[in-house]
């Protein structure tokens, strides 16, 4: 059998190589061999229709670059290089089911021109086929139709710059799934096409167009001597009778035989591999595989988290290790201190006045003062039967006090008529009784409440805030210090933050979260052969023992079936 098919494609390759020049010569330029060629002189079907060429737009010359062929000029932006009706419908009649044509030119480009050498449409206008001269890319464009209902086009580009201003001989030939391109004789592209020109094509083709696409798109300039398509097999030939001439079906065959040696390749190296990933699963099967995270040389098991120094910790979350600043507990003081060595603010101990009997512009409730807190205020009856008036600051449960000089200078001015000033016993300083401060204006910061005083108006900032009252900015709790535990993440809010679970996971406290148990909540995906196995943050699927997965994945339900396995 492979002898006799080899006898065939020999027989073929002999056959076509030998070339008849008995021709039929034809109406309008085409001419029939008789070992099956089809020629079709473009040109000439231009120059013989109804219409002189020089009223479509065209005009010609006698070409220096050949003997005595004369050349057309491509240049009237209003030209019209429309093939004739009766030319097309024997053009297409002869593509329909060709495996090879091929199309010639002997041609001069302008530089800078980009155009169409020819140009199959529909008759909507849609380009089907359409080589195409592209200056600034340097290239050749092969356009054609993929899927004529969608209008896919693929462009094949060929990358060689023909608009040169300079005389060539160009042969693209389709054979099938392979484009060939010759320029003055010289072979320049042999490759498969990306898609195959189905053979079809030209079925639904109405118009051929020379040197442009439609009425107005795609303008060739330049010069034309030759422009011809031939439909059969070495259309190249016709032009470069010297050139080596390879049987396209030879061609294929060995492109087939090496795709075959390559698949079968390629197929016996995924069996291997499928073959060992399903021992490997099926070995999985039998145990319940917990995950867990490798960090400098340590395993840690899901959920486990260890100290990385630097104030840092990581986390062991689902087989992935997420690092980050340690979680601190709030503080709920005014002056929080990060003592040398620890890794969270504290609040360090308040002060008792011992003596002091009030509490002035800064101080908190009577009798008890926050670290860090300023007072001026009235002292116990001196030697002399007076009070006088000292500035104290609480420092870590001490309270430091001196005399001013003038205690004046650290009273806020009262701003108010003296006659509507008032003192009492326990204050240094005068104050406006039941006025409204904050009414009259101030210039606290959006993020910050007014607070009346005694003598003036104080802002303070709301709670996930930071600053000096004027100017509050947002505290990024989860950059800084938060409460989010295992299997959460951080999301910081205006003013605030909050935990997200992670996938798996569901909210058991306002900032920890626990595992859905998705085996017996029933929200699983597995088959009805098959046994969900939980774990954290997910499930897996164990086919039940005679079933087999067929190696899909298990998290989105695998499909078991019934199989005669062989276990290990």
Excluded at 157 to 176: E, F, P, R
Excluded at 323 to 338: E, S
Excluded at 423 to 431: A, E, I, K, M, R
Excluded at 515 to 527: T, V, Y
Aim: charge should be neutral; hydrophobic fraction near 30%.
């Amino acid at each position: 059998m492979k002898l006799f098919v080899l006898t065939l494609l020999l027989q073929n390759c002999l056959t076509t190589s030998v070339w008849s020049r008995v021709a039929e010569t034809l109406p309008d330029g085409v001419r029939r061999y008789h070992d099956g060629r089809v020629i079709f002189d473009l040109l000439a079907a231009l120059k013989s229709g109804p219409t002189p060429i020089s009223a479509l737009g065209f005009s010609e010359y006698a070409s220096p670059f050949q003997g005595d062929a004369r050349a057309v000029v491509f240049r009237a932006p209003n030209r019209y290089g429309l093939i004739g009706a009766s030319v097309t419908r024997a053009i297409v009649r002869a593509l329909n089911g060709a495996r090879d044509f091929t199309l010639l030119f002997t041609l001069k480009q302008n530089s800078t021109n980009v155009g169409s050498l020819l140009s199959f449409t529909s008759s909507n206008n849609r380009r089907l086929l359409e080589l195409q001269s592209a200056w600034r890319k340097e290239e050749l464009r092969l356009h054609y139709v993929m899927n004529q209902a969608a209008n896919m086009i693929n462009v094949e580009k060929l990358a060689y710059q023909l608009a040169d201003n300079l005389w060539h001989q160009v042969a693209l030939t389709i054979s099938g799934s392979q484009v060939v391109l010759l320029v003055d004789c010289q072979k320049i592209y042999d490759r498969v096409l990306y898609r195959p020109i189905k053979e079809d094509l030209f079925r639904h083709s109405s118009n051929l167009w020379l040197g442009q696409r439609g009425r107005w798109n795609s303008y060739f300039e330049g010069e034309m001597q030759e422009a011809m398509l031939v439909i059969g097999q070495h259309g190249s030939l016709e032009q470069c009778p010297h050139t080596e001439s390879l049987c396209p079906t030879c061609g294929q065959h060995r492109l087939l035989a090496q795709a075959v040696q390559q698949l079968q390749t390629e197929m016996h190296r995924v069996k291997m591999q499928l073959q060992a990933a399903e021992r490997r699963i099926q070995q999985l099967a039998q145990c319940d595989c917990i995950v867990r995270c490798s960090h400098n040389g340590t395993y840690y098991e899901d959920g486990q988290t260890w100290d990385i120094g630097d104030c840092r910790e990581c986390s062991c979350q689902r087989g992935r290790i997420s690092c980050g600043p340690k979680p601190c507990p709030p503080v709920t003081c005014a002056f929080p201190v990060r003592m040398k060595g620890s890794c969270c603010s504290t609040c360090l101990r308040s002060c008792d006045l011992h003596g002091i009997v009030g509490g002035g512009a800064q101080s908190g409730s009577r009798g008890a003062f926050e670290h860090g807190m300023n007072i001026t205020s009235l002292s116990e009856i001196d030697s002399s039967n007076n009070r006088i008036c000292v500035h104290c600051q609480c420092k870590d449960g001490s309270m430091e006090c001196f005399e001013p000089t003038d205690h004046k200078q650290l009273c806020p001015m009262a701003d108010c008529p003296l006659e509507q000033q008032k003192t009492n016993s326990f204050d240094c300083c005068p104050y406006c009784e039941g006025y409204d401060y904050c009414a009259r204006g101030h210039k606290c910061s959006p993020n910050a409440d007014c607070v009346n005083l005694h003598n003036r108006y104080d802002c303070v900032c709301r709670p996930g805030y930071r600053g000096n009252g004027l100017n509050c900015v947002d505290i990024d709790e989860c950059s800084t210090e938060n409460r989010c535990g295992n299997h959460s993440v951080c999301v910081n809010t205006i003013g605030s933050f909050r935990c997200d679970c992670l996938p798996g996971f569901t909210k058991d406290t306002e900032y920890s979260c626990r595992d859905i148990d998705e085996c017996s909540l029933g929200i699983h995906r597995c088959h009805a052969n098959s046994d969900c196995k939980n774990l954290p943050g997910t499930y897996h699927c164990v086919c039940k023992r005679g079933f087999d997965d067929s190696g899909r994945d298990n998290l989105l339900g695998s499909l078991c079936r019934g199989e005669e396995l062989t276990v290990w």
